[in-house]
């Protein structure tokens, strides 16, 4: 599959591991509105690393001017049973209130901390998991999986509650190898008592970004509101197509859900030891668009890759 023609972004440096260690990108900080939180220069950046044969969630200070970071600490861990616990999206909600979405091997797992690197304890009763229809092509839940992602949209945010819709993506990846579309579920986290709760799914569920060829689009990235491609918003997202290897995708459009008049683009091709790009992250300077998302290279590790591209 080839790279789209006319894009309106130029690739200028592509860095497959900016950490120099098997750590997977999970997502950064984001503020209620849709924004990194960033204070001089520094934010905080979540990863994913394998500890035994259980993925775990940490966190580090990260310089958004150099791309350096600082020293991780584990943030959250598998509860027993589990096999993963990767944070994918962390909210700060309040003060003292950060929430995020993460993934535990069957569906979006909600768990709330006292700050950014603070250790992350799971609210039991937010339960996301997949249901029959669009999420499992039709089929029976078993073998598929839900993940939340990068894509945020703030719906209200009160003294009391703050709810948004959140980015997820379906997943099946047991038998017949990787499958998956894109959706949207709305979220509440209660301010007081912290609790997360999962109010609805999208009525224009799943996102219609698959070619009737393609195995996947899935594994989306944020929409933070001030980033802008060719005067619209931007969604990243990989695609897996029946044969050849996943690219990046690009959707561009004045919707917010990207549900109508939505143009696609193949954005770009795995570069140097790349094999997989995916949980794509952008921001924003001046006419620069930075990219940061996982990469799986060819060892089969995990790291968090970048690719910062001109806006034409």
Known sequence: MNVSPNLPLKLIEHRSDILGEAHGFGGFLFDASGKPVI?????????????????????????????????????????????RAVLHHVVAIAEELFVGLYCDGLGVGAAIASAPDGQFSRDDD?????????????????????????????????????????????YYYRKDG???????????????????????????????FRKPDWRAARCGGNLAVDVTVAGKKPFFYYIKPETGPIVIGMALGNDPFFVNDTEHFVLDIMLGEEEIAEKFEALQVGNELILFYESRLEDKSWRTGLRRYKIL
């Open 126 to 170: 937010f339960v996301f998991i997949p249901e029959q229809g669009w999420e499992t092509r039709g089929g029976r839940a078993d073998g598929w999986s839900l993940e939340s992602n990068g894509a945020y949209l703030l719906y209200s945010d009160t003294a009391q509650e703050t709810i948004f819709w959140q980015g997820y993506d379906s």
């Open 178 to 208: 990787s499958l998956g579309d894109l959706g949207w579920a709305k979220v509440r986290v209660e301010k007081g008592s912290g609790r997360v709760s999962l109010l609805n799914r999208h009525a224009r569920n799943p996102l219609a």
């Open 39 to 83: 204070k001089n220069g520094l934010g905080w950046l979540y990863t994913t690393a394998l500890a035994g044969e259980k993925w775990e969630s940490w966190v580090r200070p990260f310089n958004f001017r150099t791309f350096q970071a600082g020293s991780p600490t584990r943030v959250l861990l598998p509860r027993p049973g589990d096999d």
